[in-house]
Protein backbone atom coordinates (compact mmCIF):
# COMPACT_ATOMS: atom_id res chain seq x y z
CA UNK A 1 0.00 0.00 0.00
CA UNK A 2 1.27 2.91 -1.17
CA UNK A 3 1.73 5.64 1.43
CA UNK A 4 -0.53 8.55 1.31
CA UNK A 5 0.70 12.28 -0.09
CA UNK A 6 1.00 14.84 2.49
CA UNK A 7 1.63 18.63 2.34
CA UNK A 8 1.73 21.46 4.91
CA UNK A 9 -1.38 21.72 7.02
CA UNK A 10 -3.83 19.65 7.96
CA UNK A 11 -3.45 17.39 5.23
CA UNK A 12 -6.40 15.25 3.99
CA UNK A 13 -6.16 12.86 1.10
CA UNK A 14 -9.32 13.37 -0.51
CA UNK A 15 -8.92 11.22 -3.46
CA UNK A 16 -7.07 9.87 -6.84
CA UNK A 17 -4.64 12.38 -8.88
CA UNK A 18 -6.07 14.59 -11.31
CA UNK A 19 -4.34 16.12 -14.43
CA UNK A 20 -2.27 18.94 -13.58
CA UNK A 21 -3.33 22.44 -14.98
CA UNK A 22 -0.79 25.54 -15.07
CA UNK A 23 -1.93 28.14 -13.12
CA UNK A 24 -2.16 30.80 -16.73
CA UNK A 25 -4.62 27.95 -18.16
CA UNK A 26 -6.90 27.87 -15.09
CA UNK A 27 -10.39 29.18 -15.90
CA UNK A 28 -10.94 32.23 -13.04
CA UNK A 29 -14.84 31.37 -13.03
CA UNK A 30 -15.28 33.83 -9.82
CA UNK A 31 -13.39 36.34 -8.37
CA UNK A 32 -11.93 35.40 -4.28
CA UNK A 33 -14.20 37.20 -1.63
CA UNK A 34 -12.98 40.54 -0.55
CA UNK A 35 -10.31 40.47 2.59
CA UNK A 36 -9.74 42.93 5.64
CA UNK A 37 -8.64 45.92 4.77
CA UNK A 38 -4.90 46.44 4.86
CA UNK A 39 -4.37 47.80 7.99
CA UNK A 40 -5.21 45.38 10.21
CA UNK A 41 -8.94 45.39 10.91
CA UNK A 42 -10.77 42.57 11.37
CA UNK A 43 -13.46 41.59 8.78
CA UNK A 44 -16.50 42.05 9.21
CA UNK A 45 -18.99 38.76 10.62
CA UNK A 46 -21.69 36.65 8.86
CA UNK A 47 -24.66 37.65 10.84
CA UNK A 48 -26.83 34.07 9.81
CA UNK A 49 -23.49 32.42 10.65
CA UNK A 50 -23.16 33.94 13.69
CA UNK A 51 -26.67 33.14 14.46
CA UNK A 52 -26.69 29.80 13.76
CA UNK A 53 -23.53 29.53 16.18
CA UNK A 54 -25.29 31.48 18.83
CA UNK A 55 -28.35 29.45 18.76
CA UNK A 56 -25.92 26.27 19.55
CA UNK A 57 -24.25 28.04 22.38
CA UNK A 58 -27.16 29.26 23.85
CA UNK A 59 -29.20 25.37 23.83
CA UNK A 60 -26.13 23.89 25.04
CA UNK A 61 -25.76 26.27 28.18
CA UNK A 62 -29.09 26.32 28.76
CA UNK A 63 -28.97 22.01 28.60
CA UNK A 64 -26.21 21.76 30.89
CA UNK A 65 -28.27 23.93 33.35
CA UNK A 66 -31.17 22.04 33.43
CA UNK A 67 -29.32 19.32 33.88
CA UNK A 68 -26.54 19.31 35.83
CA UNK A 69 -27.74 22.67 38.16
CA UNK A 70 -31.62 22.19 38.48
CA UNK A 71 -32.38 18.55 38.23
CA UNK A 72 -29.02 18.37 40.80
CA UNK A 73 -31.28 19.61 43.02
CA UNK A 74 -32.48 17.01 46.14
CA UNK A 75 -35.26 15.63 45.09
CA UNK A 76 -35.14 16.05 41.48
CA UNK A 77 -31.96 13.65 40.54
CA UNK A 78 -33.89 10.87 39.80
CA UNK A 79 -34.85 12.24 36.82
CA UNK A 80 -31.31 13.26 35.34
CA UNK A 81 -30.60 11.75 32.18
CA UNK A 82 -26.99 9.85 32.53
CA UNK A 83 -24.66 12.60 31.55
CA UNK A 84 -22.79 9.88 28.92
CA UNK A 85 -25.64 10.20 26.77
CA UNK A 86 -25.98 13.88 27.42
CA UNK A 87 -22.76 15.00 25.90
CA UNK A 88 -22.77 12.37 23.25
CA UNK A 89 -26.03 14.00 21.73
CA UNK A 90 -24.04 17.18 22.39
CA UNK A 91 -20.89 15.93 20.53
CA UNK A 92 -23.27 14.51 17.62
CA UNK A 93 -24.50 17.82 17.07
CA UNK A 94 -21.87 19.59 16.99
CA UNK A 95 -19.77 16.87 14.41
CA UNK A 96 -23.08 18.03 12.44
CA UNK A 97 -22.25 21.80 12.64
CA UNK A 98 -18.85 21.99 12.38
CA UNK A 99 -18.47 19.69 9.70
CA UNK A 100 -21.33 22.03 7.86
CA UNK A 101 -19.69 25.13 8.80
CA UNK A 102 -15.76 24.52 8.71
CA UNK A 103 -14.08 27.21 10.51
CA UNK A 104 -12.60 27.06 14.07
CA UNK A 105 -14.98 24.32 14.84
CA UNK A 106 -13.49 21.99 12.71
CA UNK A 107 -10.28 22.41 14.80
CA UNK A 108 -11.93 22.35 18.16
CA UNK A 109 -13.56 19.25 16.99
CA UNK A 110 -10.24 17.73 16.15
CA UNK A 111 -8.55 18.88 19.60
CA UNK A 112 -11.50 17.30 21.23
CA UNK A 113 -11.42 13.84 19.64
CA UNK A 114 -7.72 13.08 20.24
CA UNK A 115 -8.36 13.53 24.03
CA UNK A 116 -9.10 9.56 24.37
CA UNK A 117 -7.23 9.53 27.46
CA UNK A 118 -9.97 11.77 29.45
CA UNK A 119 -13.08 11.70 26.53
CA UNK A 120 -15.32 8.39 26.71
CA UNK A 121 -14.33 6.62 23.65
CA UNK A 122 -17.77 7.16 22.14
CA UNK A 123 -17.41 10.98 22.06
CA UNK A 124 -13.82 10.90 20.86
CA UNK A 125 -14.86 8.10 17.78
CA UNK A 126 -17.63 10.40 17.49
CA UNK A 127 -15.92 13.75 16.80
CA UNK A 128 -13.07 11.46 15.32
CA UNK A 129 -15.31 11.70 11.79
CA UNK A 130 -14.06 15.89 11.69
CA UNK A 131 -10.86 14.50 10.89
CA UNK A 132 -11.91 14.25 7.54
CA UNK A 133 -14.75 16.61 6.75
CA UNK A 134 -13.70 19.64 5.35
CA UNK A 135 -14.80 19.98 2.06
CA UNK A 136 -12.59 21.73 -0.08
CA UNK A 137 -12.73 24.99 -1.89
CA UNK A 138 -13.34 25.61 -5.52
CA UNK A 139 -9.93 25.38 -7.22
CA UNK A 140 -10.80 28.76 -9.50
CA UNK A 141 -10.72 30.55 -6.17
CA UNK A 142 -7.47 29.38 -5.50
CA UNK A 143 -5.98 30.26 -8.75
CA UNK A 144 -7.62 33.99 -7.71
CA UNK A 145 -5.98 33.59 -4.39
CA UNK A 146 -2.84 33.27 -5.97
CA UNK A 147 -3.25 35.65 -8.82
CA UNK A 148 -4.01 38.30 -6.20
CA UNK A 149 -1.23 37.50 -3.94
CA UNK A 150 1.17 37.70 -6.95
CA UNK A 151 -0.09 40.63 -9.34
CA UNK A 152 3.39 40.82 -11.29
CA UNK A 153 3.34 36.67 -12.22
CA UNK A 154 2.85 33.69 -10.33
CA UNK A 155 6.41 31.99 -8.48
CA UNK A 156 4.43 28.38 -9.91
CA UNK A 157 5.23 27.03 -13.09
CA UNK A 158 1.99 24.63 -12.53
CA UNK A 159 -0.40 24.19 -9.43
CA UNK A 160 -2.12 21.34 -9.81
CA UNK A 161 -6.22 21.34 -8.94
CA UNK A 162 -5.77 17.87 -6.66
CA UNK A 163 -6.24 18.49 -3.35
CA UNK A 164 -3.68 17.19 -1.16
CA UNK A 165 -5.35 18.48 1.95
CA UNK A 166 -8.44 20.69 3.02
CA UNK A 167 -7.83 22.11 6.37
CA UNK A 168 -10.14 24.38 8.30
CA UNK A 169 -8.42 27.17 7.48
CA UNK A 170 -6.61 26.47 4.14
CA UNK A 171 -5.72 24.10 1.93
CA UNK A 172 -3.35 22.59 0.17
CA UNK A 173 -2.28 22.00 -3.49
CA UNK A 174 0.76 20.01 -5.76
CA UNK A 175 2.96 22.68 -7.37
CA UNK A 176 6.37 23.15 -8.78
CA UNK A 177 7.84 26.02 -9.04
CA UNK A 178 9.55 28.61 -12.05
CA UNK A 179 13.01 26.35 -11.37
CA UNK A 180 11.28 23.14 -11.69
CA UNK A 181 11.68 22.48 -7.66
CA UNK A 182 8.37 20.32 -6.54
CA UNK A 183 6.59 22.04 -4.21
CA UNK A 184 3.40 22.12 -1.91
CA UNK A 185 1.42 25.11 -1.64
CA UNK A 186 -0.64 26.47 1.14
CA UNK A 187 -3.90 28.89 0.44
CA UNK A 188 -5.85 30.39 2.66
CA UNK A 189 -9.32 29.54 2.20
CA UNK A 190 -10.90 32.13 0.19
CA UNK A 191 -13.38 34.14 3.11
CA UNK A 192 -11.75 32.67 6.18
CA UNK A 193 -10.91 36.21 7.86
CA UNK A 194 -14.86 36.54 8.03
CA UNK A 195 -15.59 32.88 8.87
CA UNK A 196 -12.80 33.05 11.62
CA UNK A 197 -14.15 36.57 13.21
CA UNK A 198 -17.52 35.24 13.04
CA UNK A 199 -16.26 32.26 15.19
CA UNK A 200 -14.05 34.11 17.57
CA UNK A 201 -17.66 36.34 17.93
CA UNK A 202 -19.58 32.96 18.99
CA UNK A 203 -16.65 31.34 21.45
CA UNK A 204 -16.78 34.90 23.44
CA UNK A 205 -20.57 34.34 23.86
CA UNK A 206 -19.64 30.85 24.95
CA UNK A 207 -16.99 32.29 27.80
CA UNK A 208 -18.88 35.22 28.67
CA UNK A 209 -21.59 32.53 29.77
CA UNK A 210 -19.24 30.97 31.57
CA UNK A 211 -18.51 33.48 33.87
CA UNK A 212 -22.05 32.88 35.38
CA UNK A 213 -19.85 30.32 37.48
CA UNK A 214 -18.34 31.77 40.51
CA UNK A 215 -15.84 28.95 40.54
CA UNK A 216 -14.85 28.87 36.85
CA UNK A 217 -14.29 32.90 37.14
CA UNK A 218 -12.16 31.92 39.62
CA UNK A 219 -9.69 29.50 38.49
CA UNK A 220 -9.50 31.33 34.89
CA UNK A 221 -9.22 34.83 34.04
CA UNK A 222 -12.33 34.37 31.10
CA UNK A 223 -11.74 37.64 29.49
CA UNK A 224 -7.34 37.35 29.17
CA UNK A 225 -8.83 33.85 28.09
CA UNK A 226 -11.11 34.97 25.06
CA UNK A 227 -7.80 37.69 24.36
CA UNK A 228 -5.26 34.64 23.87
CA UNK A 229 -7.59 32.77 22.03
CA UNK A 230 -8.45 35.54 19.46
CA UNK A 231 -4.62 36.68 19.31
CA UNK A 232 -3.38 32.71 18.27
CA UNK A 233 -6.18 32.18 15.79
CA UNK A 234 -5.78 35.21 13.88
CA UNK A 235 -1.91 34.96 13.85
CA UNK A 236 -2.94 31.54 11.78
CA UNK A 237 -4.42 33.76 8.83
CA UNK A 238 -0.75 35.58 8.67
CA UNK A 239 1.20 32.30 6.68
CA UNK A 240 4.28 34.44 6.44
CA UNK A 241 4.36 34.18 10.63
CA UNK A 242 4.12 30.54 9.78
CA UNK A 243 7.13 30.63 7.87
CA UNK A 244 9.34 31.80 10.59
CA UNK A 245 7.76 29.27 12.84
CA UNK A 246 8.97 26.58 10.55
CA UNK A 247 12.46 28.10 10.16
CA UNK A 248 13.04 28.56 13.61
CA UNK A 249 11.86 25.34 14.52
CA UNK A 250 13.56 23.50 12.11
CA UNK A 251 16.77 25.50 13.69
CA UNK A 252 16.14 24.65 17.24
CA UNK A 253 16.06 20.79 16.28
CA UNK A 254 18.96 20.88 13.73
CA UNK A 255 20.95 18.70 15.83
CA UNK A 256 18.42 16.07 15.62
CA UNK A 257 18.08 13.17 13.00
CA UNK A 258 14.72 12.18 14.31
CA UNK A 259 13.15 15.45 13.74
CA UNK A 260 12.27 17.30 11.03
CA UNK A 261 10.34 19.84 9.32
CA UNK A 262 9.98 21.14 5.54
CA UNK A 263 12.10 24.09 3.83
CA UNK A 264 10.35 26.66 3.15
CA UNK A 265 10.43 28.52 -0.53
CA UNK A 266 10.38 32.44 0.65
CA UNK A 267 9.95 33.52 -3.00
CA UNK A 268 6.51 31.71 -3.53
CA UNK A 269 5.45 32.37 -0.31
CA UNK A 270 3.09 35.84 1.10
CA UNK A 271 0.99 36.21 4.23
CA UNK A 272 -1.64 34.49 2.43
CA UNK A 273 0.78 31.75 0.39
CA UNK A 274 2.80 29.62 1.56
CA UNK A 275 5.10 27.09 -0.46
CA UNK A 276 7.24 23.97 1.12
CA UNK A 277 9.21 21.33 0.28
CA UNK A 278 7.22 18.09 -0.73
CA UNK A 279 7.25 15.91 2.19
CA UNK A 280 5.38 12.57 1.93
CA UNK A 281 6.05 10.34 4.42
CA UNK A 282 3.44 7.82 6.60
CA UNK A 283 0.50 9.07 8.42
CA UNK A 284 1.30 8.89 12.32
CA UNK A 285 -1.51 7.37 13.04
CA UNK A 286 -1.19 4.47 10.63
CA UNK A 287 -0.29 1.97 12.32
CA UNK A 288 -0.30 -0.86 9.56
CA UNK A 289 1.55 1.19 7.51
CA UNK A 290 4.14 2.06 9.98
CA UNK A 291 4.53 -1.66 10.82
CA UNK A 292 4.71 -2.87 7.32
CA UNK A 293 7.82 -0.34 6.76
CA UNK A 294 9.35 -1.66 9.17
CA UNK A 295 8.54 1.13 11.99
CA UNK A 296 7.44 0.40 16.06
CA UNK A 297 4.77 2.30 16.62
CA UNK A 298 6.32 2.68 20.28
CA UNK A 299 9.35 3.91 19.35
CA UNK A 300 7.25 7.04 17.36
CA UNK A 301 5.20 7.34 20.80
CA UNK A 302 8.62 7.86 22.34
CA UNK A 303 9.97 10.60 19.62
CA UNK A 304 7.08 12.36 19.83
CA UNK A 305 6.78 12.20 23.72
CA UNK A 306 10.70 13.30 23.89
CA UNK A 307 10.32 16.25 21.17
CA UNK A 308 7.05 17.87 23.23
CA UNK A 309 9.31 17.90 26.44
CA UNK A 310 12.28 19.30 24.36
CA UNK A 311 10.14 22.16 22.72
CA UNK A 312 8.57 23.06 26.46
CA UNK A 313 11.44 22.62 28.69
CA UNK A 314 14.30 23.20 26.75
CA UNK A 315 13.17 26.15 23.82
CA UNK A 316 10.30 27.31 25.33
CA UNK A 317 8.75 27.07 22.11
CA UNK A 318 5.86 24.58 21.24
CA UNK A 319 3.94 23.20 18.34
CA UNK A 320 0.49 23.64 19.97
CA UNK A 321 -1.40 22.12 17.21
CA UNK A 322 0.34 18.55 16.73
CA UNK A 323 -3.13 16.35 16.03
CA UNK A 324 -2.91 13.71 13.48
CA UNK A 325 -3.02 15.59 10.48
CA UNK A 326 0.38 17.39 11.13
CA UNK A 327 2.45 14.82 12.35
CA UNK A 328 4.59 12.20 9.50
CA UNK A 329 6.73 9.46 9.80
CA UNK A 330 9.49 9.22 7.31
CA UNK A 331 11.41 5.84 6.88
CA UNK A 332 15.08 6.37 6.49
CA UNK A 333 16.91 4.61 3.34
CA UNK A 334 18.79 1.90 3.39
CA UNK A 335 21.51 4.13 1.38
CA UNK A 336 21.52 7.51 3.24
CA UNK A 337 24.18 6.75 5.40
CA UNK A 338 23.61 8.19 8.55
CA UNK A 339 26.17 8.88 10.40
CA UNK A 340 24.37 8.77 13.90
CA UNK A 341 21.08 7.27 13.25
CA UNK A 342 18.53 8.20 15.44
CA UNK A 343 17.31 6.01 18.66
CA UNK A 344 14.53 3.54 16.87
CA UNK A 345 14.07 0.61 19.63
CA UNK A 346 14.22 -2.77 17.53
CA UNK A 347 12.85 -0.93 14.06
CA UNK A 348 14.30 0.92 10.95
CA UNK A 349 14.98 4.31 11.70
CA UNK A 350 12.64 7.24 10.88
CA UNK A 351 12.21 10.27 10.85
CA UNK A 352 9.11 12.64 12.60
CA UNK A 353 8.49 15.03 10.55
CA UNK A 354 6.42 18.38 11.93
CA UNK A 355 4.15 20.62 9.44
CA UNK A 356 1.75 23.27 10.00
CA UNK A 357 3.50 25.95 12.64
CA UNK A 358 0.68 28.21 12.59
CA UNK A 359 -0.10 27.65 16.21
CA UNK A 360 3.15 28.15 18.12
CA UNK A 361 3.05 28.38 21.85
CA UNK A 362 5.73 30.36 23.75
CA UNK A 363 6.18 29.81 27.39
CA UNK A 364 6.57 33.20 28.58
CA UNK A 365 10.43 33.66 31.12
CA UNK A 366 8.39 33.63 34.50
CA UNK A 367 6.75 30.47 34.43
CA UNK A 368 9.95 28.72 32.28
CA UNK A 369 11.70 27.74 36.25
CA UNK A 370 8.24 26.88 37.65
CA UNK A 371 7.56 24.44 34.44
CA UNK A 372 11.42 22.77 35.26
CA UNK A 373 11.14 22.51 38.46
CA UNK A 374 7.36 20.42 37.77
CA UNK A 375 9.71 18.41 35.21
CA UNK A 376 12.30 17.24 38.01
CA UNK A 377 9.65 16.73 40.65
CA UNK A 378 7.39 14.84 38.25
CA UNK A 379 10.94 12.37 37.34
CA UNK A 380 12.11 12.28 41.10
CA UNK A 381 8.49 11.51 42.35
CA UNK A 382 9.05 14.81 44.97
CA UNK A 383 5.31 15.53 46.01
CA UNK A 384 6.12 18.64 47.98
CA UNK A 385 8.70 19.84 45.31
CA UNK A 386 5.67 19.28 42.98
CA UNK A 387 3.23 21.49 45.15
CA UNK A 388 5.85 24.52 45.49
CA UNK A 389 6.30 24.60 42.09
CA UNK A 390 2.17 24.34 40.89
CA UNK A 391 2.51 27.68 43.74
CA UNK A 392 5.78 29.19 41.91
CA UNK A 393 3.40 29.19 38.91
CA UNK A 394 0.35 30.44 39.67
CA UNK A 395 -1.34 27.72 39.50
CA UNK A 396 -3.19 27.06 42.73
CA UNK A 397 -5.24 29.77 44.24
CA UNK A 398 -4.24 32.10 47.08
CA UNK A 399 -6.04 29.96 49.75
CA UNK A 400 -4.78 26.49 48.58
CA UNK A 401 -3.94 23.87 51.41
CA UNK A 402 -0.21 22.94 50.45
CA UNK A 403 -0.56 20.26 52.82
CA UNK A 404 -3.20 18.50 51.70
CA UNK A 405 -2.42 19.21 47.82
CA UNK A 406 1.48 17.90 49.02
CA UNK A 407 -0.70 14.38 50.81
CA UNK A 408 -2.66 13.76 47.54
CA UNK A 409 0.17 13.84 45.56
CA UNK A 410 2.38 11.07 47.40
CA UNK A 411 -0.69 9.03 46.35
CA UNK A 412 -1.29 9.75 43.36
CA UNK A 413 2.42 8.94 43.08
CA UNK A 414 2.30 5.82 44.88
CA UNK A 415 -0.92 4.36 42.95
CA UNK A 416 -0.23 5.82 39.01
CA UNK A 417 3.16 5.75 38.77
CA UNK A 418 4.74 3.21 36.02
CA UNK A 419 0.77 3.02 34.77
CA UNK A 420 0.99 3.11 31.54
CA UNK A 421 -0.88 5.63 29.09
CA UNK A 422 -3.32 3.50 27.85
CA UNK A 423 -4.42 2.28 31.60
CA UNK A 424 -4.64 5.27 33.04
CA UNK A 425 -8.29 5.76 32.76
CA UNK A 426 -9.11 2.70 33.67
CA UNK A 427 -7.32 2.68 36.72
CA UNK A 428 -8.80 6.29 37.56
CA UNK A 429 -12.23 4.87 37.13
CA UNK A 430 -11.20 1.86 40.18
CA UNK A 431 -9.61 4.92 42.26
CA UNK A 432 -11.95 6.88 42.01
CA UNK A 433 -13.73 5.72 45.06
CA UNK A 434 -10.72 5.99 47.46
CA UNK A 435 -9.91 9.41 46.64
CA UNK A 436 -13.33 10.64 46.76
CA UNK A 437 -13.53 9.81 50.26
CA UNK A 438 -10.33 10.69 51.58
CA UNK A 439 -9.96 13.66 49.61
CA UNK A 440 -12.99 14.93 49.55
CA UNK A 441 -12.79 18.24 50.75
CA UNK A 442 -9.98 19.24 48.33
CA UNK A 443 -11.95 17.89 45.04
CA UNK A 444 -14.93 20.02 46.31
CA UNK A 445 -12.82 22.80 45.91
CA UNK A 446 -10.33 22.34 43.49
CA UNK A 447 -7.63 24.69 44.06
CA UNK A 448 -6.38 25.19 40.93
CA UNK A 449 -6.46 28.20 38.70
CA UNK A 450 -5.15 28.13 35.04
CA UNK A 451 -2.49 30.34 33.65
CA UNK A 452 -3.85 31.51 30.15
CA UNK A 453 -0.47 31.47 28.89
CA UNK A 454 -0.08 27.73 29.63
CA UNK A 455 -2.89 27.45 27.71
CA UNK A 456 -1.80 26.07 24.50
CA UNK A 457 1.02 24.22 26.20
CA UNK A 458 -1.82 22.25 27.96
CA UNK A 459 -3.34 21.70 25.13
CA UNK A 460 -0.05 20.14 23.35
CA UNK A 461 -0.11 17.79 26.19
CA UNK A 462 -3.32 16.57 25.56
CA UNK A 463 -2.82 15.88 22.05
CA UNK A 464 0.17 14.41 22.60
CA UNK A 465 -0.98 11.81 25.64
CA UNK A 466 -4.10 10.73 23.08
CA UNK A 467 -1.69 10.31 19.80
CA UNK A 468 0.52 8.29 22.29
CA UNK A 469 -1.93 6.14 23.33
CA UNK A 470 -3.07 4.99 19.96
CA UNK A 471 0.12 4.49 18.88
CA UNK A 472 1.02 2.31 22.20
CA UNK A 473 -1.33 1.56 24.24
CA UNK A 474 1.14 0.14 27.08
CA UNK A 475 2.99 3.67 26.47
CA UNK A 476 4.53 4.22 29.94
CA UNK A 477 5.65 8.26 30.30
CA UNK A 478 7.10 7.91 33.33
CA UNK A 479 10.30 6.07 32.10
CA UNK A 480 10.80 8.61 29.28
CA UNK A 481 10.23 11.48 31.81
CA UNK A 482 12.64 10.14 34.02
CA UNK A 483 16.50 10.97 32.16
CA UNK A 484 14.83 14.27 31.08
CA UNK A 485 14.23 14.86 34.60
CA UNK A 486 17.43 13.85 35.85
CA UNK A 487 19.23 16.33 32.91
CA UNK A 488 17.79 19.20 34.01
CA UNK A 489 17.94 18.69 37.11
CA UNK A 490 21.92 18.29 36.96
CA UNK A 491 21.90 21.54 35.21
CA UNK A 492 20.40 23.49 37.92
CA UNK A 493 22.79 22.21 40.23
CA UNK A 494 25.23 23.46 37.61
CA UNK A 495 23.80 26.60 37.11
CA UNK A 496 26.16 29.81 36.97
CA UNK A 497 29.29 29.85 39.80
CA UNK A 498 28.24 33.74 39.76
CA UNK A 499 24.44 33.26 40.38
CA UNK A 500 25.92 31.19 43.09
CA UNK A 501 28.42 33.48 44.74
CA UNK A 502 25.95 36.59 44.52
CA UNK A 503 23.73 34.13 46.59
CA UNK A 504 26.47 33.66 49.10
CA UNK A 505 27.64 37.53 49.48
CA UNK A 506 23.35 38.55 49.79
CA UNK A 507 23.06 35.89 52.50
CA UNK A 508 26.61 37.42 54.62
CA UNK A 509 25.05 41.07 53.82
CA UNK A 510 21.74 39.71 55.74
CA UNK A 511 23.88 37.76 58.57
CA UNK A 512 26.00 40.93 59.08
CA UNK A 513 23.38 43.59 59.40
CA UNK A 514 20.90 40.91 62.02
CA UNK A 515 22.84 43.19 64.89
CA UNK A 516 22.22 46.59 63.68
CA UNK A 517 18.31 45.35 63.25
CA UNK A 518 18.32 44.04 66.55
CA UNK A 519 19.42 47.15 68.30
CA UNK A 520 16.50 48.90 66.38
CA UNK A 521 13.94 46.29 67.38
CA UNK A 522 15.33 47.50 70.46
CA UNK A 523 14.92 50.87 70.67
CA UNK A 524 11.45 51.12 69.47
CA UNK A 525 10.50 48.48 71.51
CA UNK A 526 11.93 51.24 74.56
CA UNK A 527 9.62 54.02 72.90
CA UNK A 528 6.91 51.88 72.91
CA UNK A 529 6.84 52.39 68.69
CA UNK A 530 6.41 48.81 68.37
CA UNK A 531 3.67 47.25 66.04
CA UNK A 532 2.53 43.76 65.43
CA UNK A 533 0.42 43.02 63.01
CA UNK A 534 -1.28 39.59 62.23
CA UNK A 535 -3.04 37.42 59.91
CA UNK A 536 -5.39 35.09 60.33
CA UNK A 537 -4.36 31.20 59.47
CA UNK A 538 -5.93 29.29 56.82
CA UNK A 539 -7.93 27.76 59.31
CA UNK A 540 -8.95 30.49 60.72
CA UNK A 541 -10.14 32.36 57.21
CA UNK A 542 -12.20 28.87 56.68
CA UNK A 543 -14.07 29.28 59.78
CA UNK A 544 -14.96 33.27 58.64
CA UNK A 545 -16.25 31.50 55.61
CA UNK A 546 -18.40 28.99 56.89
CA UNK A 547 -19.63 31.65 59.57
CA UNK A 548 -20.44 33.90 56.54
CA UNK A 549 -22.43 30.93 54.82
CA UNK A 550 -24.43 30.34 57.73
CA UNK A 551 -25.56 33.78 58.01
CA UNK A 552 -26.38 33.50 54.56
CA UNK A 553 -28.36 30.82 55.12
CA UNK A 554 -30.13 32.56 58.28
CA UNK A 555 -31.40 35.44 56.37
CA UNK A 556 -32.53 33.01 53.55
CA UNK A 557 -34.41 31.13 56.29
CA UNK A 558 -35.69 34.48 57.97
CA UNK A 559 -37.12 35.26 54.27
CA UNK A 560 -38.59 31.66 53.64
CA UNK A 561 -39.92 32.19 56.77
CA UNK A 562 -41.20 35.66 56.70
CA UNK A 563 -43.02 34.75 53.33
CA UNK A 564 -44.35 30.76 54.48
CA UNK A 565 -46.40 33.01 57.42
CA UNK A 566 -47.43 36.12 54.70
CA UNK A 567 -48.93 33.51 52.16
CA UNK A 568 -50.54 31.64 55.61
CA UNK A 569 -52.19 35.03 56.25
CA UNK A 570 -53.10 36.08 52.92
CA UNK A 571 -55.31 32.33 52.70
CA UNK A 572 -56.58 32.85 55.99
CA UNK A 573 -58.04 36.25 54.81
CA UNK A 574 -58.90 34.73 51.54
CA UNK A 575 -57.22 36.37 49.06
CA UNK A 576 -55.22 32.89 47.77
CA UNK A 577 -54.23 34.38 44.41
CA UNK A 578 -51.76 36.91 46.55
CA UNK A 579 -50.83 33.92 48.79
CA UNK A 580 -49.94 31.43 46.14
CA UNK A 581 -46.56 33.35 44.86
CA UNK A 582 -45.35 33.56 48.58
CA UNK A 583 -46.12 30.43 49.21
CA UNK A 584 -44.37 29.18 46.14
CA UNK A 585 -41.14 31.63 46.64
CA UNK A 586 -41.04 30.28 50.36
CA UNK A 587 -40.99 26.70 48.60
CA UNK A 588 -38.18 27.82 46.73
CA UNK A 589 -35.99 29.53 49.10
CA UNK A 590 -36.31 26.24 51.40
CA UNK A 591 -35.53 23.78 48.40
CA UNK A 592 -32.07 26.58 47.86
CA UNK A 593 -31.30 26.18 51.21
CA UNK A 594 -31.36 21.84 50.93
CA UNK A 595 -29.51 22.29 48.16
CA UNK A 596 -26.75 24.42 49.53
CA UNK A 597 -23.12 22.75 50.99
CA UNK A 598 -21.46 24.15 54.23
CA UNK A 599 -17.72 24.77 52.59
Known amino acids: MPPPAIGIGDNRHLGPTSTSQTLRESPLLAPAPSDPPPSGAPAPLDPRRYAKLRRFVLR ?6 W ?3 ILALPGLSALRRAPAQRWLLIARRYRGLA ?10 GQFLSTRVDILPAEIATELAGLQDEVPPAPFAAICARIAEEFPQGSPFSEVSPRVLGAASLAQVHPAILLDGRVAVVKVLRPGIEILVETDLAAAALALRLLRVSRKIRRRVDLPRLAEEITKTTRAELDLSAEADHAERFAELFADDPGIGAPRIFREASSRKILAAEDVTALKVTDRAALIAAGIDPAAVARRLFRSTLRQIFDHSFVH ?5 GNLFVRPYADDEGLDSPPETGTGRPFRLIYIDFGMMATVPPRLRGALREIAIAL ?3 DAARLVRAYAAAGMLLPDADLDRLEEVHVDLFARFWGVSAGKVRDLAL ?3 RFFLRKYRDLLFEMPFQVQVELLFVSRALGLLAGLSTGLDPDFDPWPEALPFAERIAKEELSRDLGARLADVWTGAQAAFGLPRRFDTFLAR ?7 IRSEPGREARRAAQRFEQLLRRLTWAVLAGSLAIAAALLGTAGNSWAALPAALSAGFMVRFLLSRRDG
Open 99 to 108: AEMGGVLIKI
Open 320 to 324: ADPHP
Open 525 to 531: MERGALE
Open 60 to 65: TFLQAL
Open 379 to 381: GTR
Open 430 to 432: SEA
Open 67 to 69: WDV
